[in-house]
C-alpha cells in the first residue's frame, strides 16, 4: 500500500468517547476511573491519568492550531522524557500519525525520516535542538517546531501546558487506522517505515499483559529502552491499556546503579534489559536485595549465555525470567522463552504467542520439516499495515499472505524455535549453507570471547568464508584463530569454523542492541 488509511473526521463524534480500544480511549477511561493513579514517573515529576489525559488533549489542541490534522505525520525527536509520549499521543488525538525518530541518526540520515514520511510537524526537546534546525528543511508542511524542556525558536511544550485550552477537533479513531511508522534500522539500506495501527499496539499489549504476568494492581513498568524504538512503546502500551504506572529512565549511557535506585524508590515490578545492560546490573552486589520488589525480569534483542542467565537467576532468586523475540513490522513481540526454559533451551527464542501464527518455509513457500531450516512468516492482528509510501517492499514482505520476517530458524520436537540465521547474512561456502548464528553461539561459549559477531568475507576457492569479528574478555590475552578453532573441533562441521579472525574493542550495534554487520563487512 501507499499510503494507509486515514480516519474519518466528524462533526460530533458518532461512538461514545472512551468506548474504543485504542489508547487515546484508554487514557480517556482511566482518567475517569482512577484520576488520581500514577500513570508515569520521570526522576521526582508524577503524572496522574487526569493530568496526562489534560496534557495531551491541550497539546493536540496546540498541534492543530499549527495546521496538523488527520493522517498527517508528526515527526518525533526527543530522549527518553514523558513529553515524548505525550507528542505520540497528542498526534494520535487528532487521527495523525507519530514517527519517532531515532535521535542517534545524524542529520542526513534524520532528514530522510522526515523526507521519506512527508512529516508536517516535527517535535523536539531542547537537548536536541541543533539536530531538529539542521533537519527542519526536510519536513513537507508547516515546519511545526516546538520544544520540551526548554526554550527554542518556538512555542515551547511548557507554555503549551501553562497556556490557554485550544479546541481539539472531533475525530473518529478506526482501531485499523495507522498510528505508528516506525523506521526499521536500516541495517541492510535505506531504513523502511513500517505502519503501526493502533489494532497493532492492542494486540501487543495483549501479548504482553498475559506473558509479562502484568496481573496486579501494583504492577509498575520501568522503560530503560530508547523510546523511540518499538521494544520502548511495545513495553508503555500494556501499562496504557491496563492503566498500570511506567517509570520512565532518561536517556544516556546505561546507569546499572542509578536503575538499581529507581528500582527501589518506586518499587518496580518488571524490568526489561538487553543482556549486556543486565550483565552491568546483576555485577553489583546490592542488586538482589535493592530490587526486592521485582516479580519478572524481561531481556531481548540479543542472546544471553549461560554464564549471564545463571547469574540473574542467583541475583535476584524467584523472580521470572522471561525472554521475546520480534521485530518492528510485528509490533514486535512474535515468540516468548519463558522462566526455567531459558537455561534448558540456551539459543531458543521460545514458542510463537498465542496471537501469531506461524509457518517455517522454504522460498516456494512450502513447510519444511520439522527440524529443517527455514525463513518464519507471521500472519496475525500483530502484523504492521505496511512500509510508509513503499509499495513493492509491501509486495514482497507481505506475499503470499504472510509477513516475511528474514529470520532462518528451525523447529525441536517440542516446538521451540532457534534463530540460526538472518537469511541475508547466512554465508554460502564451497556450496554449503553457513548459518552465523549457529558458529556465534559456539565461538560465544570461549572463555576467552566477551562478544562476537561472524560474517562473510569474500574467498577466491569457495566464494565466501565466515570471519569472527571478537571483542576479547581480556584485552591482555585474547584468543587467537588457532585457540578459536580448536574449541569449535568438535562444536562444528570443519566448513563452519571462522579462518579469519578480527579483534575490535566493541561490537557496532544499533538502538536496539543487534549487530551491524554491514558495518562489520566494511571493516574487512
Same mark, same amino acid.
Given at each position: 500500500m501507499v499510503t494507509p488509511p486515514v480516519p474519518r473526521v466528524t462533526g460530533g463524534r458518532t461512538s461514545l468517547p472512551g468506548a474504543g480500544q485504542h489508547w487515546i480511549d484508554q487514557i480517556l477511561r482511566h482518567a475517569h476511573q482512577s484520576p488520581e493513579r500514577i500513570a508515569f514517573r520521570f526522576g521526582e515529576r508524577a503524572i496522574t491519568w487526569d493530568a496526562l489525559n489534560r496534557r495531551i488533549r491541550r497539546? /493536540?489542541?496546540?498541534?492543530?492550531?499549527?495546521?496538523?490534522?488527520?493522517?498527517?505525520?508528526?515527526?518525533?525527536?526527543?530522549?527518553?522524557?514523558?513529553?515524548?509520549?505525550?507528542?505520540?499521543?497528542?498526534?494520535? !488525538?487528532? #487521527?495523525?500519525?507519530?514517527?519517532? !525518530?531515532?535521535?542517534?541518526?545524524?542529520?542526513?540520515?534524520?532528514?530522510?525520516?522526515?523526507?521519506?514520511?512527508?512529516? !508536517?510537524?516535527?517535535? /523536539?526537546?531542547?537537548? $536536541?535542538?541543533?539536530?531538529?534546525?539542521?533537519?527542519?528543511?526536510?519536513?513537507?508542511?508547516?515546519?511545526?517546531?516546538?520544544?520540551?524542556?526548554?526554550?527554542?525558536?518556538?512555542?515551547?511544550?511548557?507554555?503549551?501546558?501553562?497556556?490557554?485550552?485550544?479546541?481539539?477537533?472531533?475525530?473518529?479513531?478506526?482501531?485499523?487506522?495507522?498510528?505508528?511508522?516506525?523506521?526499521?534500522?536500516?541495517?541492510?539500506?535505506?531504513?523502511?517505515? /513500517?505502519?503501526?495501527?493502533?489494532?497493532? $499496539?492492542?494486540?501487543?499489549?495483549?501479548? !504482553?499483559?498475559?506473558?509479562?504476568?502484568?496481573?496486579?494492581?501494583?504492577?509498575?513498568?520501568?522503560?530503560?529502552?530508547?523510546?523511540?524504538?518499538? &521494544?520502548?512503546?511495545?513495553?508503555?502500551?500494556?501499562?496504557?491499556?491496563?492503566?498500570?504506572?511506567?517509570?520512565?529512565?532518561?536517556? #544516556?549511557?546505561?546507569?546499572?546503579?542509578?536503575?538499581?535506585?529507581?528500582?527501589?524508590?518506586?518499587?518496580?515490578?518488571?524490568?526489561?534489559?538487553?543482556?549486556?545492560?543486565?550483565?552491568?546490573?546483576?555485577?553489583?552486589?546490592?542488586?538482589?536485595?535493592?530490587?526486592?520488589?521485582?516479580?519478572?525480569?524481561?531481556?531481548?534483542?540479543?542472546?544471553?549465555?549461560?554464564?549471564?542467565?545463571?547469574?540473574?537467576?542467583? &541475583?535476584?532468586?524467584?523472580?521470572?525470567?522471561?525472554?521475546?523475540?520480534?521485530?518492528?513490522?510485528?509490533?514486535?513481540?512474535?515468540?516468548?522463552?519463558?522462566?526455567?526454559?531459558?537455561?534448558?533451551?540456551?539459543?531458543?527464542?521460545?514458542?510463537?504467542?498465542?496471537?501469531?501464527?506461524?509457518?517455517?518455509?522454504?522460498?516456494?513457500?512450502?513447510?519444511?520439516p520439522r527440524g529443517e531450516v527455514g525463513e518464519i512468516v507471521y500472519r496475525g492482528p500483530g502484523v504492521m499495515t505496511g512500509y510508509w509510501n513503499d509499495p513493492a517492499a509491501t509486495a514482497e514482505a507481505l506475499r503470499g499472505g504472510w509477513f516475511h520476517s528474514g529470520d532462518l530458524v528451525r523447529e525441536d520436537p517440542d516446538g521451540f524455535l532457534y534463530v540460526v540465521d538472518r537469511k541475508k547474512d547466512m554465508i554460502i561456502s564451497g556450496g554449503e549453507n553457513i548459518y552465523c548464528a549457529e558458529v556465534e553461539n559456539a565461538l560465544a561459549a570461549h572463555p576467552a570471547v566477551a562478544d562476537v559477531a561472524v560474517v562473510g568475507a569474500p574467498h577466491p576457492r569457495w566464494g565466501e568464508t565466515p570471519v569472527a569479528v571478537v571483542v576479547a574478555r581480556d584485552p591482555s590475552a585474547p584468543p587467537s584463530l588457532d585457540d578459536l578453532t580448536a574449541w569449535c573441533r568438535d562444536r562444528l562441521a570443519p566448513y563452519k569454523k571462522p579462518t579469519r579472525l578480527l579483534l575490535v574493542d566493541a561490537l557496532p550495534r544499533n538502538a536496539s542492541g543487534k549487530v551491524l554487520k554491514p558495518a562489520l563487512r566494511a571493516l574487512l
Open positions: 497539546f /493536540a489542541g496546540a498541534l492543530a492550531a499549527a495546521g496538523v490534522g488527520p493522517g498527517d505525520r508528526v515527526a518525533v525527536l526527543m530522549g527518553n522524557r514523558p513529553e515524548m509520549i505525550e507528542t505520540v499521543l497528542a498526534a494520535n !488525538v487528532l #487521527g495523525a500519525i507519530a514517527v519517532p !525518530v531515532n535521535f542517534r541518526l545524524t542529520a542526513q540520515e534524520a532528514a530522510y525520516v522526515l523526507a521519506d514520511s512527508g512529516a !508536517v510537524a516535527l517535535v /523536539a526537546d531542547a537537548d $536536541l535542538a541543533p539536530l531538529a534546525a539542521s533537519v527542519r528543511g526536510s519536513l513537507s508542511g508547516p515546519a511545526v517546531f516546538v520544544a520540551a524542556g526548554g526554550a527554542a525558536d518556538a512555542l515551547s511544550h511548557e507554555a503549551i501546558m501553562e497556556g490557554p485550552d485550544l479546541p481539539v477537533p472531533a475525530v473518529l479513531i478506526d482501531e485499523r487506522a495507522p498510528a505508528l511508522i516506525m523506521y526499521t534500522s536500516g541495517a541492510t539500506g535505506r531504513p523502511k517505515g /513500517a505502519v503501526l495501527s493502533h489494532l497493532n $499496539l492492542h494486540a501487543q499489549a495483549g501479548t !504482553v499483559i498475559r506473558h509479562w504476568r502484568l496481573f496486579r494492581d501494583d504492577d509498575v513498568n520501568l522503560c530503560a529502552s530508547p523510546m523511540f524504538h518499538i &521494544a520502548a512503546i511495545g513495553s508503555i502500551a500494556p501499562m496504557i491499556a491496563l492503566g498500570g504506572t511506567t517509570v520512565i529512565m532518561p536517556s #544516556g549511557r546505561f546507569d546499572p546503579g542509578g536503575l538499581l535506585g529507581a528500582v527501589e524508590r518506586w518499587s518496580v515490578t518488571h524490568l526489561f534489559l538487553v543482556p549486556a545492560q543486565w550483565q552491568e546490573l546483576v555485577a553489583l552486589p546490592e542488586a538482589g536485595r535493592r530490587a526486592a520488589s521485582l516479580r519478572v525480569m524481561c531481556w531481548g534483542a540479543a542472546p544471553a549465555s549461560v554464564t549471564l542467565l545463571t547469574a540473574m537467576a542467583e &541475583a535476584f532468586p524467584g523472580v521470572a525470567n522471561v525472554a521475546t523475540f520480534g521485530q518492528t513490522e510485528m509490533s514486535p513481540v512474535t515468540c516468548v522463552l519463558d522462566g526455567d526454559d531459558a537455561l534448558a533451551r540456551i539459543g531458543s527464542v521460545g514458542r510463537p504467542v498465542a496471537t501469531t501464527s506461524v509457518r517455517i518455509v522454504d522460498d516456494a513457500m512450502n513447510d519444511v
